[in-house]
Structure formats: C-alpha cells, structure tokens
C-alpha cells in the first residue's frame, strides 16, 4: 500500500525470525546460517524490502561513504562520476553527490555530504578559497579533482591544464595558422593554467601573436564569443583553442550559422573529450582528459589517507590531443579572413 514503508519486522515475520537476524543479515555480519540468510533474503525481495542505510551508517563506526560536490550540468563532470562509483565500489566505499547549480553554492553542497557522515570529501572543480578548503580539510580527507589547490592537507588530483592549451596552440601551428585566440575560461576551475600553458605556446611558436577572446564554460558562452568573433571581420583569427568543449560546441554552432566553415576556414580545438565531442556529427579535436584515470586517481587518494593515513599528495594527468574533423591546414591566402 501507498505510504506504508516495508520495514526490518515486516521481513522478520515474513522470514520467520527475529528482527535482530535480520539486521545480522543486511550488516554481512557473522551468526546466520546460509539457510537462514537466504530466507531472509528472499524475504525482502518478496516484500520489496530497501534497507535505510542512513540509518545504518549511523549504527557504524565508520561510514564507508565518500562525498562528492559537482558541478550540474557540467558535461565532464559527469564523465568524471561514473568512474568515481566504479572505483568507489571496487574500494568498498559508498559515493554520495551534492549538486552545485546557479542557485546553490559549493558550499551548501559540501554541508549536505557533511550532514551524511561522509568519512572525505572529493570535490570536482572546487571554488573554495584555500581558507575555507583548509579549514574543511581540518576536519576530514579532502581531495581537489580539477583544481590545482596549493593548501596545506588537500589532496590534489589533475590534469596538466597547461600542456593541454600547449599541444593545441601546436596542433594548430603546425597546421600553419599563424592567428591563433584562445576562448579563455575566466575564473573557472583550470582556467589560470590553461590561459598560462597557451600564452607558453604562443611564445615558442614563431610568428604568432596572443589573442584572448572572452569564452566560458557553457554552450551559451561559446555562442556569445563567437558573436565576439565574427565583429572582428577582416583581424579574425583562423584558429581557435577554447577554454572546454561545451565552450567549442556554442562557438561553433554559431559560427558556421553564420556562413564560417569549419575546418576550412576556422579551425577549432576543444578540451576535456567530453562523450559528445566524439559524435560523428560533430568530431571535435580536442585535448582530451583521462575521466577514468581521474576517477581512480581520487578514490586512492581518499582510501590511502582513510585507510593508511598517508599525507595528502598531488597527481598531475599529462592530457592527450584527439584530432578530428574541426580543424586542418590553413587555406592558401588564409581564406579564413575572408569568411563570413
């Protein structure tokens, strides 16, 4: 029936046994025979019986949960959590999420995970300051994935952000684009080191010269610089590193609306290798980041400090260039300057 919750006792009088069987049961602890066990297993799945295991965790010294704070709606974050319950489940703990939106700080993310039990903290693209991240690390294991967090006792697990805008200012170079912008990212996690690793490539990379354009994190932002872009008319640059592939995917969008060709007169490199990036509508080059090798990166930091109380450390991913069909050789007499 509607609003009748199936408890413990239901299972025991349906199995026949006490009610402190069954929590041996569900606990996977000692002093139930195989026979016993299984009947009160099948039990539960006659009655439809879920274990609260808010309540449990409560009874338990030890939570076994890690809390995760995400950004929703952020496409590699979602790559990121499927590795994160992989590994997780693989190290026996529980994954519990918090959701950050427009409307809800990181902050309040983080006090829901506390307010679980949550034995650490993994937190995507964290927007703390190194303050408040330390004094939240006062308390329990904390592990930065995505921004690089010089505090003291934070974890830190990333991507080199800078040799990822590297490769793609050289990817596009090679390719002889000599007006090369990068759509930067502003404060968002990474953004610092992306803008550091292509103002690098900029300087080794003879005959060019820098050029910011403002960009984002969204699809909504990629489309407003791309508006930015075509107001440039005969200055437009013909390659284009944006800061993410949502960022690349709004720019290009409305560029080629706009009567742009891409690759043939623009040339566009994403990063993060989100799974859209490799539709075959779209094949965007992009810089890719390892999703699965972040993932599992994280939940070894949180159980070797949990479990063996290492110190924090810091892993750094090198990224990999996927290229596709967004970018190629520049046109002879650079036809991107009379695009559009």
Do not use: K, W
Not at 7 to 34: H, K, N, Y
Not at 45 to 58: C, E, I, K, T
Not at 280 to 309: F, K, N
């Amino acid at each position: 029936m509607y609003g009748h919750r199936v408890t413990m006792e239901d299972v025991a009088a349906q199995a026949g046994v006490s009610r402190a069987l069954v929590s041996i049961v569900f606990r996977g602890v000692p002093g139930a025979s195989d026979a016993t066990r299984q009947r009160v297993l099948d039990a539960a799945v006659g009655l439809d019986y879920r274990p609260d295991r808010r309540a449990s965790r409560l009874g338990r010294s030890r939570s076994r949960t890690i809390g995760v704070a995400f950004h929703v709606g952020d496409a590699f974050h979602g790559d990121l959590l499927g590795s994160l319950y992989r590994h997780g489940d693989t190290a026996g703990y529980e994954i519990v999420l918090s959701g950050v939106t427009a409307s809800r700080a990181h902050d309040e993310a983080v006090e829901t995970l506390l307010a679980e039990r949550c034995e650490a903290l993994i937190l995507l693209g964290a927007q703390q300051s190194r303050t408040d991240l330390a004094r939240l690390a006062a308390r329990l294991p904390v592990v930065s994935v995505l921004r690089n967090v010089h505090a003291e006792d934070i974890g830190v697990v990333r991507t080199d952000d800078a040799a990822g805008l590297r490769l793609a200012v050289e990817h596009l170079h090679g390719l002889g684009h000599t007006r090369i912008a990068l759509l930067d990212g502003g404060r968002a996690a990474g953004a610092a080191d992306r803008r550091r690793g292509y103002r690098v490539g900029i300087r080794h990379s003879p005959g060019l010269s820098e050029a910011l354009l403002p960009g984002g994190v969204t699809e909504l932002e990629g489309a407003e610089a791309a508006r930015v872009f075509l107001g440039l008319g005969s200055d437009r640059p013909t390659g284009v590193a944006a800061f993410n592939d949502r960022c690349a995917l709004g720019f290009i969008d409305v560029v080629r609306r706009a009567g742009v060709r891409v690759p043939d007169d623009l040339s566009v490199v994403g990063f993060d290798d989100i799974t859209e990036a490799a539709y075959p509508h779209i094949a965007l080059t992009t810089v890719r980041q390892d999703a699965a090798r972040l993932g599992a990166e994280a939940v070894r930091a949180v159980a070797d400090r949990l479990e063996r109380g290492t110190a924090a450390g810091s892993v750094t991913i090198e990224p990999e260039l996927i290229v596709r069909t967004t970018t190629a050789a520049v046109q002879s007499g650079e036809a991107g300057r009379r695009a559009g």
